[in-house]
């Protein structure tokens, strides 16, 4: 008969949820910047392709950061005047001030180098939003300006260093 409750207690403890410490952490991924260092750029200033690709780089790592399970992307809408006024790439921290405001544990600043069409270099960075501290910074270089070479990129930091077995959000 004892054996018997324990076995039933011991399915009840299996079957409830995991203690909210377990919580997965809180995220906030800032819009991608370009830093166009290329002559295209200082003579024609943005493209529109460009710009879309920005767009559409920060929605890509967003989705595959949310769907992955381990990290919860909260909305940065909040702080995003702030945000853009600043170069998030050079303010010494300040993504961080802005994350811990809207309540998460990590802040995203990510941005694109644009030498040429041919080659470009994207770049993540990941910083405890109290501390401030960076906990990682991740460099891809890609070879073409296109919307696959884009997506690629951010594909690369995501699954093989971000989300990696020994990544940040492991």
């Given amino acids: 008969m004892r054996v018997r409750w324990k ?11 995991i203690s909210a410490g377990a919580a997965e952490p809180k ?7 370009l830093v166009d260092t290329g002559l295209e750029g200082a003579t ?9 690709r920005l767009v559409c780089a920060g929605n890509q ?3 595959r950061l949310t769907k992955s399970g381990r990290v919860e992307v909260v909305d940065v809408a909040a702080v995003a005047a702030q945000a853009h006024s600043v170069d998030l790439r050079t303010c010494d921290g300040c993504d961080a001030k802005l994350a811990c405001g809207i ?6 600043v990510d941005w694109v180098q644009k030498v040429s069409n041919l080659i470009l270099n994207m770049n993540v960075a990941v910083r405890e939003a109290k501390s401030g501290r960076i906990v ?4 891809v270089d890609m070879r073409g300006n296109t919307n696959d070479t884009w997506s690629r990129a951010v594909d690369w930091p995501v699954r ?7 990544g940040i959000f492991q």
């Fill in 7 to 17: 076995i039933a207690i011991a399915i009840v403890l299996a079957a409830l949820p």
């Fill in 27 to 33: 995220v906030a991924i800032f819009d991608f910047e």
């Fill in 44 to 52: 024609n200033g943005p493209r529109p392709d460009q710009q879309q």
């Fill in 61 to 63: 790592l967003r989705d």
């Fill in 103 to 108: 309540g998460v544990d990590y802040s995203i």
């Fill in 136 to 139: 990682a910074v991740r460099s």
């Fill in 160 to 166: 093989y260093q971000l989300l990696a077995r020994q």
